[in-house]
């Protein structure tokens, strides 16, 4: 089941509140523009938004352009990455790696302490896109990489796979499914993140690039209002 999308950003970060969830919408979101790339901070540092979110764990949606490459910075304390190709396929380098092609049908996870991380684009014609996930953490430099499939095989299915720093899931949803994503009982919290389309969540429009964080919560409802709608749900645990 392909859940790679069209090489599409959204808008520019308004931020409100309703009980145990905040939302994330793609409007007014801050940018950092290159020469070669675009990137929209999610979650940053200095946001304001319940810890760990934007603090320890943050997130970039990065929209590489043909033909050319973003190296990124991972100076400063323990870190681990996470990589998640949503449109094209990537070629990852790091320490560990050379000309490693990552698809949309795959992530990347790298632990990393002070290693520079080049992405870049192979095609010449076409943009790709991917999240990129930081996470800051205590542990020690091993800098092991570790790939991982993340193709469902169903419509209307969640494909969900482990993770050091909690649990991944996504899925693609046809027009007016509704369905409830039980929250694991050890998760500290949750983001939801809209790859494509649009979803009702938790009585909340969420368009494509829109996110939401959901605490003290057993389940999420939502209901998919487009067409191979896609739907990334990830659930954290505590960082060591």
Known sequence: MRFCVEGTFGAMITVSSLHDTRILKADFRENLRGMHFLEQSVLSAGMDVPAPWGSEIQLSNILLLPASFIELNTDGPGQRHLFIPVSGTMLFNSKTTHNQPVSCEECISLESHGRNITIQNPYTEHNIQFLHFRFITK???????????????????????????????????????????????????????????????????????????????????????SEHAILLVFENKPIN
């Not at 092991?144 to 909690?166: E, P």
């Not at 027009?175 to 998760?187: I, N």
């Open 139 to 225: 542990g020690n430099d091993r800098n092991r990489h570790s790939i991982r499939s993340i193709a469902g095989t169903r419509l209307n299915h969640f494909n969900t796979i482990s993770l050091t720093t909690g649990s991944l899931s996504i899925g693609v949803f046809t027009g007016r499914t509704k369905g409830v994503y039980p929250l694991k009982p050890a998760s500290a919290s949750a983001m939801v993140y809209v790859i494509h389309g649009a979803f009702e969540l938790e009585d909340r429009l969420l368009e494509q690039n829109d996110a939401l964080l959901i605490w003290n919560k057993e389940k999420i409802e939502f209901e998919a209002l």
